[in-house]
Nanobody
């Protein structure tokens, strides 16, 4: 069973930056496609970014494409999301997710989830 633990959330002013991290354990990390999703209360989880097992392929939600950067360190079993130029509409709980095999953009394709970390962006 894969366990995922997010960290790095917090409160930041619009235009600021945060870096989220996801630490994985209990599985073979370099066999896991990884992703970040986010959720605002009362709505479903929204795709943010994914990264392939090797880290060679990434995909982003259009609204974050030029502001967020997903990366992974297979030696350390970690994944990160660097978020720059944050906007109030980025406020959400951010979740780390994993699945064996290739990346997917749909939350129902992921088998393992972290507990989430809150990101709040003030205007």
């Amino acid at each position: 069973q894969v366990q995922l633990v997010e960290s790095g959330g917090g409160l930041v002013q619009a235009g600021g930056s945060l870096k989220l991290s996801c630490a994985a354990s209990g599985g073979t990390f370099d066999n896991l496609a990884m992703g970040w999703f986010r959720q605002v209360p009362g709505t479903g989880r929204e795709f943010v970014a994914t990264i392939s097992r090797s880290g060679a392929t990434t995909k982003y939600y259009e609204s974050v494409k030029d502001r967020f950067t997903i990366s992974r360190d297979n030696a350390a079993n970690t994944m990160s999301l660097q978020m720059d130029m944050l906007q109030p509409e980025d406020t959400a709980v951010y979740y780390c997710a994993a699945r064996y095999g290739v990346t997917r953009s749909s939350e129902d394709q992921y088998d393992f989830w972290g507990q989430g970390t809150q990101v709040m962006v003030s205007s």
